[in-house]
């Protein structure tokens, strides 16, 4: 992801504006700017003299690049207006910056002299820099690939083509309007939905578990699994089966770019059941939260209060000196608003992607599950990298907990799943070799092959059926696929991640002792291998005689041997060669 932005109509303010007063400004807007890209874990690559160039995804991968992108992008714009206000004075005209932003591959060039950093350049790049050009005062413009990947989390309004140098059709621009409110994670799948495959059972105790709240009795229910297995969509099929039955919902979410931010899950859920945007003001939030709870709560005034401080701790520590009663302060107001709807509605709460949740947030959602007296269901999602349930047990909470885990799909599942998601039972059989043997059941990975299908031609909509073309070998994965994948790999630090190399470039399953005579971290193999098996990367097989290890999924094998420079894999397989040769084999 490529990102530029500029401030709009420079030349004029600099001819306009005494140069020391102008210069003191845009050092503010800059360094602002550079601090918001930052936080969202983009890389700056250059400063212009009115504006700069950033790159998300590099040197590390996140599986939301382009949300942290756009969100950069307008959180820029919006800092810059808010200055602009403030020094209306001495600029004379509103300040404005504008943004572009393109999805793509970017090209490491040469690196440059001044900075010592690689210089980036492609065909990416020129179109984030063109899509800036055409950008008005305030606007973030970007083009479809960056609408098709983010487009359940911003609105966007679509602009006429326009044409670009060295490309032959014109592109497709696309206005970001804003963020909204209630986002939503859309899988890019042609449009193409399955039913539910074979979680049947899951959603069945789910549904138990709501009928129960008319008994006025409580669950926690926690459901955990790797990327990809299918824990929004069940909870998204669990919240469709129980609309008629008048639940009150309350929904919150981590995100990978909020790790930092404290009670972030807790915020989500106001801002989407009290209808918050991020744009509120401080007076605008405690307004929104008044009028809402004002409905329910005799004290509303003091609840309202006390619920503004997840949005600004800062004020009320400043009030509440000692973090404890802090912190007692908005456990206390969560559970008076809870307590409230559940007298009034079986309510459910569902905190989804808690792996991502600030340590603040865990504690309190701990503490005020060993609330007594809540007769509420608690729904609460997490990958397996999050131990939840440390330090707890189930005695401790004052629900019953249950635990769903989710796991892959088996073959016929996952068969399944591919001939509802293209409406045919019948399906090539490279296809259906394909997802068995490499795909393993994963749910996303499946619809991402099927996407890549579609992308590269070979699977196509003709009137109301789709027909394979040309099925003899599946093409190259779509890029959200190897994002989800490198963004993981990225996480694991270096010896793991080069142990991954060395393990996919010997192949899908690995001895063991062949892997310890090839790599060049002995000390730490064995550490890092249970790593690796630990975050669902790899697994030991159950052999007798010797250890062998497996790549869970065949994709992953392939997208870390493919992320592997030509010279160093010529240099692993070399080794290989070498241990094979002096053991006397072939
Ligand atoms: N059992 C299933 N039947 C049909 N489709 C499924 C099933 N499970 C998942 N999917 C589809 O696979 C994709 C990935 O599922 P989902 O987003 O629910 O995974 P997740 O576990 O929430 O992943 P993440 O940890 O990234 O949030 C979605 O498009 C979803 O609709
Ligand atoms: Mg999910």
């Not at 769903?404 to 296809?431: F, K, N, Y």
């Not at 999924?553 to 992320?563: A, M, T």
């Amino acid at each position: 992801m490529v990102l530029f932005s500029d401030i709009c109509h420079y030349r004029e303010i600099i001819r306009r504006v005494d140069p020391e007063d102008i210069r003191e400004v845009t050092r503010h807007l800059f360094q602002e700017s550079v601090n918001i890209i930052e936080r969202y874990g983009g890389y700056i690559d250059r400063m212009l003299w009115d504006g700069l160039m950033a790159v998300f995804g590099m040197p590390c991968t996140h599986e939301d690049d382009v949300v942290r992108a756009i969100r950069a992008a307008l959180d820029i714009r919006r800092m810059a207006e808010r200055l602009g206000r403030a020094e209306a004075g001495c600029i004379g005209e509103p300040l404005s910056m504008r943004s572009g932003i393109a999805y793509g591959l970017v090209v490491t060039g040469v690196t440059q002299k001044e900075s010592g950093r690689p210089g980036l350049t492609g065909d990416t790049v020129n179109l984030a820099a063109r899509l800036r050009d055409l950008a008005s005062p305030g606007e973030v413009l970007a083009e479809s690939g960056t609408f098709s990947s983010a487009a359940g989390f911003f609105r966007f309004e679509a602009l006429p083509a326009v044409a670009v140098k060295g490309r032959e059709a014109p592109i497709a621009v696309f206005r970001v309007a804003d963020a909204v409110v209630r986002p939503e994670k859309v899988r890019r799948v042609h449009g193409l939905k399955t039913r539910l495959i074979a979680r049947g059972r899951e959603l069945k105790q789910m549904r138990d578990a709501a009928l129960r709240l008319h008994r006025q009795a409580g669950t926690v229910l926690t459901i955990c699994g790797d990327a990809g297995t299918g824990k929004s969509r069940l909870i998204a099929e669990f919240k469709a089966s129980t609309r008629r039955s008048r639940i009150c919902w309350l929904d919150g979410y981590a995100y990978t770019y909020t790790r930092a931010v404290p009670y972030y899950p807790f915020i989500d859920m106001l801002n989407r059941f009290f209808d918050i945007d991020e744009a509120d003001g401080d007076t605008v939030i405690l307004q929104k939260l008044h009028a809402g709870l004002g409905r329910w709560v005799a004290d509303g005034d003091t609840v309202a209060s006390y619920l503004a401080g997840f949005y600004t701790p800062s004020s009320l520590e400043t009030v509440v000196s000692d973090q404890e009663v802090f912190k007692s302060r908005l456990q206390q107001a969560v559970t008076c608003l809870l307590s409230v709807l559940s007298r009034k509605a079986p309510t459910i709460v569902c905190l989804e992607d808690l792996h991502w949740a600030d340590p603040s947030s865990l504690s309190l959602i701990r503490c005020i599950l060993r609330e007594p007296g809540l007769p509420l269901m608690f729904v609460i999602s997490y990958r397996s990298s999050l131990n939840f349930a440390h330090g707890e047990n189930g005695e401790r909470v004052s629900h019953a907990w249950e635990h769903i885990h989710l796991r892959d799909l088996d073959v016929a599942a996952s068969r399944a799943m591919a001939q509802s998601l293209i409406g045919t039972r019948a399906i090539p059989e490279a296809l259906d070799h394909y997802l068995t043997s490499r795909v393993a059941g994963n749910p996303f990975f499946i619809e991402e092959v099927i996407n890549a299908l579609i992308d590269a031609g070979r699977l196509k909509r003709i009137g109301n059926r789709w027909h394979f073309e040309d099925m003899v070998a599946i093409p190259d994965l779509s890029s959200t696929i190897n994002s989800i994948i490198h963004s993981r790999l990225d996480r694991l630090g270096r010896n793991a991640k080069a142990i991954l190399q060395e393990a996919a470039v010997i192949g899908r399953v690995f001895h063991l002792t062949l892997l310890r005579r090839i790599t060049d971290f002995p000390e730490v193999l064995t550490a890092c291998l249970d790593q690796l098996a630990g975050q669902g990367l790899i697994r030991r097989q159950a052999d007798p005689h010797e250890p062998v290890y497996r790549f869970n999924y065949g994709i992953v094998q392939e997208v870390v041997y493919n992320g592997i420079l030509k010279k160093e894999r010529r240099t692993i397989y070399e080794k290989i060669a070498r241990v094979l040769e002096s053991d006397g084999r072939p």
